[in-house]
């Protein structure tokens, strides 16, 4: 990332904290809490399946998924099956989904970096044409950005100016 | 996401850890290290800069600097002022410049849903047009994706078979 006009900003005038960078990563730690999102993301819903799928420990999913539901990133949703007791499903949330950009960000990074010989695990193709998907930075102009230097990092309204 | 063919994947017959969601989460934690990473965005380059900037002890910037070295997402260069001694400085590699469509994806969702009344801190725009730049989702054949059921998940080849 570069600076207005060539000129840096003065980083020790502001404090920045907590930025969005950081925000994003508490909402999805610990790293357990990334891996119940991705099952939602891949179609997970019920107790009994997260459990399973992320080999957690029932008393670790079940505070993990009160977070979730706390942090309004999963609803828990009764419903109930003829002739069993009413149960509870976990849904992605409008703000849950709306992470699918940064788990698509994520999976390439680490596609591109670090799965190496072993490939990568999951296969992300879009519905229309069947090619794969990827996240890429475009500006309100519609201009697609290919390096960070293009990118110009400033002070933002929520930041206080220390001196 | 959605299914192949609209016929949902066996998600109990796949093994697909470690996937790319976790492997990115688990680069940049604990948050100390998103926090490096981002000042590391931002231009922050050398030991003092970081230490000031993220508040943290020495000892334990010490610790993540040299965590994010080993797994080259920065790299050490020494540097000499006139009259002084060596000192190092931190340079994001090509795989750490690579996370900047992960921080931006992050960066946005943040904005849109966590920091509120409070505003974003910082704020990153297209250096050639001075629009807000965002990471939105692509398809190889150029398509725009803007549903998370635009996207057809399915195991990669480095998935394991179970059943």
Redesign the interface.
Known sequence: ????GGE?WD??AW?????????????????ST??I???A????RRFD?FL??TGMSPGVLSARLRDLVAQELLVKVPYKEPGTRERAEYR?TE?G???????????????????GE????????????????????????G?E?HA????????????TRLS
């Open positions: 990332m570069t600076h207005e840096p980083r020790d404090d920045i904290d907590p930025d969005s960078v950081v925000l994003t990563l508490q909402a999805l730690a610990p790293h990334g891996l999102m991705r099952e993301f891949y179609g997970t399946d399973r799928r992605l703000k989904r709306d992470l699918v950009p940064t788990m698509v960000a994520m999976i390439g990074w680490a596609d591109r970096w670090l799965t072993r490939k990568p695990t999951m296969s992300l193709r879009h519905s229309g044409c069947g090619a794969p998907v990827e996240a890429v930075l475009k500006c309100g102009h201009h950005i960070a230097r293009e990118i110009v990092a400033s002070p933002g309204p929520g930041a």
